[in-house]
């Protein structure tokens, strides 16, 4: 029976999930050099659009319709295309209580943010063009089929019995070996910088953070689809994940480099952020502690693992944190789940129960795989209808200028008042 309370809560989370994407282009462009921050700040905003339409269109059926045949624990139908037979009446398959319309638009912010996060794999060399591209062909062929499997009515990885409450590997496992293939593929930049750890711009690291923190809220509370007891556990443990996951990348920071900053901060929070995605509506907020505060130390060693070992020029350190922080979450969920908290979970680790464990484990294995493989596909056949990355000239000027006609601190003069082609005033 449809509910007003509920379907006024899980819209109200819609606007916080959807206001995380341009909260992540604050904390991405943060980090770039000045020549570059527009275009950054551009890839993230591309996705409300893109995916938006793409979700509407078909992202959203092969999703969550029922799958058909042989097919049906691997993708869904083309049931609802265009959105076709959703409409106001709730959808009980997935919540009784609000209208079909709200939970597919819930679900379109989460089809955003995913590949939103690969960008900052590839900023400072990643054509636009080619990366809008990417973001369509990725939320159909990578996002949708997880979500299936994880989230979608006859999906194999949730008949197995794998918890993923608002997605530790549906978004940030697959969007972080995504990132790492990505990067690897477009290349290392011509002239690589080290994240910028000081500058005007450094304060939208800052700001980017609190959006995505403020955000998190409806990310993980909404997905309870209901305006109840597991809401408020999982807007609890969030906060909590985040906050230990914060302190614990300063304490290590100031421990190690005699300094915490800006940065460090910030990729310390998002990262207990990450780690308690899956577990939020299943673990107490005594859980959330450990979870973000192993999450955030296993994020930091990552990435300085990544730089002096790997050596894939991630730019932004998108697997670093995404990854290795969905893989960190996903994996204590098996630990730390409790049906006591929540029946419809289940017991982990320490209730006794190491099957749990074992079924994320093989669900991280699956998502992991699958997400690096049809990357890796993707951007190669991509590459051979179009330029990938920008030329040397381009990446050496910054693509703000080249790309979306201005820079940061600058602004072009109206059409009437041009004096020369290029002409510029700053702001």
């Known amino acids: 029976m449809l509910d007003t309370g509920n379907t006024a809560f899980v819209l109200i989370a819609t606007a916080l999930v959807l206001l995380m994407t341009p909260g992540l282009g604050f904390f991405y462009g943060g980090m770039v050099r000045g020549r570059n921050v527009l275009n950054t700040l551009m890839l993230s905003f591309v996705t409300l659009a893109v995916v938006g339409v793409q979700w ?9 319709a029922p799958g058909q045949g042989a097919w049906a624990p691997w993708i869904g139908s083309l049931k609802w295309l265009g959105l076709q037979g959703v409409g106001l009446a709730p959808e009980p398959s997935y919540a009784a209580s609000i209208p079909h319309l709200a939970y597919v638009v819930f679900q379109g912010t989460f089809a955003i943010i995913t590949p939103a996060l690969i960008s900052g794999a590839v900023v400072e060399r990643m054509h636009f063009r080619a990366y809008a591209v990417f973001t369509a062909l990725w939320a159909t062929f990578v996002y949708a089929p997880i979500a299936h499997w994880v989230w979608g009515q006859g999906g194999w990885l949730k008949g197995l ?21 990505a990067a690897a593929v477009v290349g290392s930049r011509s002239r690589p910088s080290p994240v910028v750890s000081q500058g005007y711009q450094v304060p939208f690291v800052l700001l980017g953070a ?5 955000g998190w809220f409806g990310f993980n509370g909404g997905s309870a689809l209901e305006a109840n007891g597991i809401a408020a556990l999982a807007v609890t443990t969030t906060n909590t994940a985040a906050a230990a996951g914060a302190l614990s990348w300063m304490l290590l920071e100031g421990w190690r480099e005699r300094k915490v900053t800006v940065v460090g901060g910030a990729s310390g929070a998002v990262a207990g952020l990450v780690a308690i995605t899956p577990a939020a509506g299943f673990v107490s907020p005594l859980a959330a502690i450990a979870i973000g505060a192993v ?14 070992r790997l050596k894939i020029d991630d730019s932004l350190d998108s697997f670093s944190v995404h990854g290795v922080g969905g893989i960190v979450g996903a994996l204590l969920t098996g630990v730390f789940a409790s049906k006591a908290l929540n029946p419809a979970g289940a017991d982990g680790l320490l209730a006794g129960h190491v099957g749990l464990l074992g079924i994320q484990l093989v669900a991280v294995l699956a998502v992991a795989a699958y997400a690096a493989l049809a990357t890796f596909v993707l951007l190669k056949a991509l590459d051979r209808v179009m330029r990938l990355r920008v030329a040397e000239t381009i990446e050496a000027e910054g693509l703000d200028m080249h790309h979306h006609g201005g820079r940061l601190g600058t602004a072009q003069l109206p ?4 004096a020369t082609p290029g002409q510029e005033r700053a702001l």
């Open 415 to 418: 059409p009437t008042e041009w």
């Open 210 to 214: 609190a959006l995505l923190w403020f």
């Open 56 to 64: 509407v269109l078909i992202g959203y059926s092969l999703a969550f």
């Open 161 to 181: 019995g794998a918890l993923d409450f608002a997605g530790g590997t549906v978004v940030h496992v697959a969007a972080g070996f995504s990132a790492l293939v």
């Open 295 to 308: 999450s955030a130390v296993a994020c930091a060693y990552a990435v300085e693992w990544n730089r002096r």
